[in-house]
T-cell receptor
Framework: DVKVTQSSRYLVKRTGEKVFLECVQD?????MFWYRQDPGLGLRLIYF???????EKGDIPEGYSVSREKKERFSLILESASTNQTSMYLC????????????FGSGTRLTVV | DQQVKQNSPSLSVQEGRISILNCDYT??????FLWYKKYPAEGPTFLIS?????DKNEDGRFTVFLNKSAKHLSLHIVPSQPGDSAVYFC???????????FGTGTSLTVIP
């Protein structure tokens, strides 16, 4: 069964900390995505990557960076966590950009205090 | 600006009845649409898709209808079951694009 695995289900971090959210997929997918989900706002794209070492900004990249050193792994980095980054973070991957849809991980609930 | 909108944040339906979830989009370039279902503390899972060359796609109890002229799609669940209680997201994309745009979600509650 294909899988997208997010390393942590729940995280609590302090304001100003550097936070790493890890995502690994075992499907040899080229494309990987990071979204955040907030009530009333749906899923908003933070960053995506269509190849190793390639990245593109999504709709809300401010305060975030990403790293994709290997095809299977896509990391989201909060350089200096703030309380407004408290959210559910979802990683997804896809074989092709559009018609294959996405496979999502289970999500990481991040709380910044 | 939200390109995909789900104007009903929540919906309650009796078990056995039809659930209709609606989605509107603004970008006329969108030609591929998905519905995802999400349970609490889990990632969204793919439910059903439709491309703009069709106006209907059916998979078991789930049917998606697309009205291109109105830029509207809907998901019908018949009959609704308590296990269908979840948040449903619609998503849209253009074949020439590089991402899906998601709606804000509709929380469906099916009452036994």
């Amino acid at each position: 069964d294909v899988k997208v695995t997010q390393s942590s289900r729940y995280l609590v971090k302090r304001t100003g900390e550097k936070v790493f959210l890890e995502c690994v997929q075992d499907m040899d997918h080229e494309n990987m995505f990071w979204y955040r989900q907030d009530p009333g706002l749906g899923l908003r794209l933070i960053y995506f990557s269509y190849d190793v070492k390639m990245k593109e900004k999504g709709d809300i990249p401010e305060g975030y960076s990403v790293s994709r050193e290997k095809k299977e792994r896509f990391s989201l980095i909060l350089e200096s966590a703030s309380t407004n980054q408290t959210s559910m973070y979802l990683c997804a991957s896809s074989l092709g950009m559009i018609h294959y849809g996405y496979t999502f991980g289970s999500g990481t609930r991040l709380t910044v205090v | 600006d939200q390109q995909v909108k789900q104007n009903s944040p929540s919906l309650s339906v009796q078990e056995g009845r039809i659930s209709i979830l609606n989605c509107d989009y603004t970008n006329s370039m969108f030609d591929y649409f998905l519905w995802y279902k999400k349970y609490p503390a889990e990632g969204p899972t793919f439910l059903i898709s439709i491309s703009s060359i069709k106006d209907k796609n059916e998979d078991g109890r789930f049917t998606v209808f697309l009205n291109k002229s109105a830029k509207h799609l809907s998901l019908h669940i018949v009959p609704s079951q308590p296990g269908d209680s979840a948040v449903y997201f619609c998503a849209a994309s253009a074949s020439t694009g590089n991402q899906f745009y998601f709606g804000t979600g509709t929380s469906l509650t099916v009452i036994p």
